[in-house]
Nanobody, 122 residues
Framework: QVQVVESGGGLVQAGGSLRLSCAAS????????MGWYRQAPGKQRELVAT????????YADSMKGRFTISRDNAKNTVVYLQMNSLKPEDTAVYYC???????????????WGKGTLVTVSS
């Protein structure tokens, strides 16, 4: 069993910053990648950023230069999303995804957290 838990959401004014955290735990042999996705009201879930086990990162175009995904140096099961210059349109529920290798899923399986709400006021 694998659990993914996000934290760090909240209310921030436009132009401000927030840092989200995500931790995966449970029966984990390894992690192929972790990432952040978001879903705004009335919209589909979209990619924010991902990071692979090798440290390669990928960002949605609208987040490049404002958001930074990183991994805890000591724990490769923990990732962060530093969000700067926040805009009202960044308001969404932010979900963490972990592609986890386990005894029952040798090539990896996606696990999702329940999400953390980020609200950016104008």
């Amino acid at each position: 069993q694998v659990q993914v838990v996000e934290s760090g959401g909240g209310l921030v004014q436009a132009g401000g910053s927030l840092r989200l955290s995500c931790a995966a735990s449970g029966s984990i042999f390894g992690i192929n990648s972790m990432g952040w996705y978001r879903q705004a009201p009335g919209k589909q879930r979209e990619l924010v950023a991902t990071i692979t086990s090798g440290g390669s990162t990928n960002y949605a175009d609208s987040m490049k230069g404002r958001f930074t995904i990183s991994r805890d140096n000591a724990k490769n099961t923990v990732v962060y999303l530093q969000m700067n210059s926040l805009k009202p349109e960044d308001t969404a529920v932010y979900y963490c995804n972990a592609n986890v290798v386990s005894a029952s899923h040798y090539y990896g399986m996606d696990y999702w957290g329940k999400g953390t709400l980020v609200t950016v006021s104008s």
